[in-house]
């Protein structure tokens, strides 16, 4: 959390969501925009990976932050000594040179989604139809940030979240480097008086929009 916030990726006030809520919190991985910040944050994907033990044979990157993220993460695993392949979706068709929407590696074996957070569940399945089109198995997901709320059906609340409706529903396992409640327990625990006044405005919004873990 400590890293996410020195990076300016996430940040506090007043934002909108995708669901049309008012978070007091907003998570940005396009903002881990250098060298160091994007090596950073694929060491903290590639350990949490590696702590998990959630077994898969390649990486694939939904356009467009997963193909930065794939690739980056791809990298620090094979400095870790798991040297894996990865690949990638356009959003269009090529008619030309390689063609068609997947670029990298040949998509086979158990293939590990990976992305910055899930809001709705659609690029997830999005990634699965491609992966299974491609003749592989989609076996989990990895995310930087879980909400844990949630999930948004119509405009009506639903009791589970993304993450879960993804986990129950789709059948995949997810794996966060990170939660709410880890940003929860970052705010009780801060000596910094302008961050932990933060704290009412995430609790209540947990109250209001979390799901039951």
């Given amino acids: 959390m400590a890293f996410a916030v020195d990076a300016g990726v996430l940040r506090f006030g007043e934002f909108k969501t995708k669901a049309g809520r008012m978070s007091p919190y907003f998570f940005n991985a396009g903002l881990f925009d250098d060298g160091a910040r994007l090596g950073r944050l694929a060491e903290f994907y590639a350990r949490r990976l590696i702590d998990s033990g959630l077994e898969f044979d390649m990486l694939f990157g939904p356009a467009y932050k997963g193909i930065t993220l794939a690739a980056a993460v791809a990298i620090e695993l094979a400095r870790l000594g798991r040297n894996v392949p990865y690949a990638y ?77 993804v986990e129950r529903d789709l059948g995949l396992s997810v794996v966060a480097i990170a939660t709410l409640a880890d940003l929860l327990a970052y705010l009780r625990a801060q000596q910094d008086a302008r961050l932990a006044g ?10 209001r929009y979390g799901v039951q873990m």
């Fill in 89 to 165: 979706n356009r959003k269009e068709a090529k008619d030309h040179g390689e063609g068609g929407t997947l670029v990298g590696a040949p998509v086979k074996g158990r293939v590990l989604i990976i992305d910055d957070v899930i809001s709705a569940g659609t690029s997830v399945r999005e990634s699965i139809a491609m992966i299974r089109a491609a003749g592989a198995t989609p076996c989990g997901v990895t995310i930087a940030l879980d909400r844990q709320e949630k999930a948004s059906e119509n405009g009506v609340d639903a009791e589970h979240s993304a993450v879960q409706f």
């Fill in 198 to 207: 933060n704290l009412p405005a995430v609790q209540a919004y947990r109250d």
